[in-house]
């Protein structure tokens, strides 16, 4: 399985991974998610990348910020080496490095109030990226005195650049970096900001004035998924923060709609890999 699609489901126990990638895929990579951040620095190759019904046409040192919980797939051109550096972050790790005057999520967060997941740096940063970069992977390889403090301190310096970046970044108001379609984008944010109220189709399909059947083929071909499965997804995903929050777990259950507690156990399983008892 490729590597992008290998944690889709369960936790990074570790704080970060590193991953320099360059190969040619011929596979077409379905949509998927993570339990956990992900920044993805594209260097080379022909791809598009799809994150939450929004398409990003990548160019190289473009750095695309994806929030935990939320659908991606890249689209890539097999004919050309797609080159790329992912990070996987550990939420945790990075709350406990964040300070009053930085919190090390805030470059996600912006991610989601902006729906804007790209990042593109003009070319006078991209040698100070590049230098960090490097440090970092030099230090992740290395075997020599205190490299593992070394690692872990390139990473927090590369994540406060990110947010930086991000805070500073003006890419959403260029429309050629994107393709969405408006009505998907709003029912997306409807369905993220009201998981716990009626979100079956009859209700979206009236909600938004559209047909079922418009609702159906237009969200799945610009999610990758049935407006049903995003929502379920969507919801055991909002269940385990609140587990991890403290909530019981029948009552986070119940918050998201389930209302047999059998069938909750079973839909968390089957996508997270674990029982709800397990996160801790």
Same mark, same amino acid.
């Given at each position: 399985?490729?590597?992008? +699609? %290998?944690?889709?489901?369960?936790?990074? /126990?570790?704080?970060?991974? &590193?991953?320099?990638?360059?190969?040619?895929?011929?596979?077409?990579?379905? #949509?998927?998610?993570? +339990?956990?951040?992900?920044?993805?620095?594209?260097?080379?190759?022909?791809? $598009?990348?799809?994150?939450?019904?929004?398409? #990003?046409?990548?160019?190289?040192?473009?750095?695309? &910020?994806?929030?935990?919980?939320?659908? /991606?797939?890249?689209?890539?051109?097999?004919?050309?080496? #797609?080159?790329?550096?992912?990070?996987?972050?550990?939420?945790?790790?990075?709350?406990? /490095?964040?300070?009053?005057?930085?919190?090390?999520?805030?470059?996600?967060?912006?991610?989601? +109030?902006?729906?804007?997941?790209?990042?593109? &740096?003009?070319?006078?940063?991209?040698?100070?990226?590049?230098?960090?970069?490097?440090? !970092?992977?030099?230090? &992740?390889?290395? $075997?020599?005195?205190?490299? @593992?403090? !070394?690692?872990?301190? %390139?990473? !927090?310096?590369?994540?406060?650049?990110?947010?930086?970046?991000?805070?500073?970044?003006?890419?959403?108001?260029?429309?050629? @970096?994107?393709?969405?379609?408006?009505?998907?984008?709003?029912?997306?944010?409807?369905?993220?900001?009201?998981?716990? @109220?009626?979100?079956?189709?009859?209700?979206?399909? %009236?909600?938004?004035? *559209?047909?079922?059947?418009?609702?159906?083929?237009?969200?799945?071909?610009? $999610?990758?998924?049935?407006? /049903?499965?995003?929502?379920?997804?969507?919801?055991? !995903?909002?269940?385990?923060?609140?587990?991890?929050?403290? *909530?019981?777990? *029948?009552?986070?259950?119940?918050?998201?709609?389930?209302?047999? #507690?059998?069938?909750?156990?079973?839909?968390?399983?089957?996508?997270?890999? *674990?029982?709800?008892? +397990?996160?801790?």
């Amino acid at each position: 399985m490729p590597m992008e +699609e %290998s944690a889709k489901r369960g936790y990074l /126990h570790e704080d970060f991974r &590193l991953f320099h990638i360059r190969d040619q895929i011929e596979l077409e990579l379905s #949509y998927h998610y993570h +339990e956990f951040n992900k920044v993805v620095i594209f260097l080379s190759g022909n791809v $598009t990348y799809v994150v939450e019904g929004k398409a #990003y046409f990548l160019q190289p040192w473009d750095i695309l &910020l994806v929030p935990h919980g939320q659908i /991606h797939r890249p689209i890539i051109d097999p004919s050309e080496p #797609y080159e790329r550096i992912i990070l996987w972050m550990n939420t945790d790790y990075l709350l406990s /490095h964040s300070a009053e005057d930085g919190n090390l999520l805030q470059c996600f967060h912006l991610a989601q +109030e902006r729906k804007f997941a790209l990042i593109r &740096l003009d070319a006078s940063l991209r040698p100070e990226l590049r230098r960090m970069l490097s440090v !970092l992977e030099d230090a &992740l390889h290395s $075997t020599e005195f205190a490299h @593992t403090l !070394l690692a872990k301190a %390139s990473f !927090l310096q590369l994540v406060v650049a990110f947010n930086r970046m991000a805070l500073r970044d003006a890419t959403s108001l260029n429309p050629e @970096t994107y393709r969405s379609d408006p009505k998907v984008e709003e029912i997306l944010s409807y369905i993220n900001e009201n998981l716990d @109220t009626d979100l079956s189709l009859d209700a979206m399909a %009236s909600r938004f004035y *559209i047909s079922k059947s418009y609702l159906m083929h237009r969200f799945k071909e610009l $999610t990758g998924c049935s407006a /049903h499965k995003y929502v379920r997804q969507k919801r055991l !995903l909002w269940a385990a923060e609140m587990i991890r929050d403290g *909530i019981p777990v *029948i009552e986070a259950g119940q918050r998201c709609g389930f209302r047999d #507690y059998s069938a909750f156990l079973r839909a968390f399983k089957q996508v997270f890999g *674990i029982t709800p008892s +397990e996160i801790g």
